[in-house]
């Protein structure tokens, strides 16, 4: 029986820029993480790993004997079967204005119907991310709206 979702993982040859995309843009904090025979990073949310990012490096079999082969590059980018993943989030005004000050485009809306605020943008690999803000109700002229 299913009790949460642990963590999602993405495959990348920008491990550093995806690592800096989600502490800088997102507020997730690099932590621990095993010794892996491939290079990558864990983030965290508060005391989770909520993201595993997991490097590939041409020549080296570590990540595809471990985690398995992914198949064409073409399956590397944007979330392949996985349209997005969500986060609950506060204060959509101050996030806001921090994509537009790191240059990243996010699309907001009300969901109708619901106490529910909501921001999406991309990480660096094309990943879809969805921010709910339950019970905000932040101006029309929220920046990059």
Known sequence: M???????????????????????????????RPQ????????????????????????????QQYLGDRGAEAELTGGGAIDHVAFTAKDAVTMAKHFV??????RHRRVPNMDLYQSFLEDRNGVAIELNFPGENPPADIPGA
């Not at 949460?4 to 843009?25: G, P, Q």
């Not at 000050?101 to 996010?106: E, G, L, N, R, W």
């Open 101 to 106: 000050a790191y240059k990243v485009p996010a």
């Open 36 to 63: 892996f025979p491939f290079p990558g990073h864990w983030m965290y949310c508060g005391d989770a790993d909520v993201l595993h990012i997991a490097g590939i490096v041409d020549g080296d079999p570590g990540l």
């Open 2 to 32: 299913l009790q949460f979702l642990s963590h999602y993982n993405v495959r990348t040859r920008k491990t550093t820029e995806t690592r800096d995309f989600y502490v800088k843009v997102l507020g997730l904090r690099e932590g621990p």
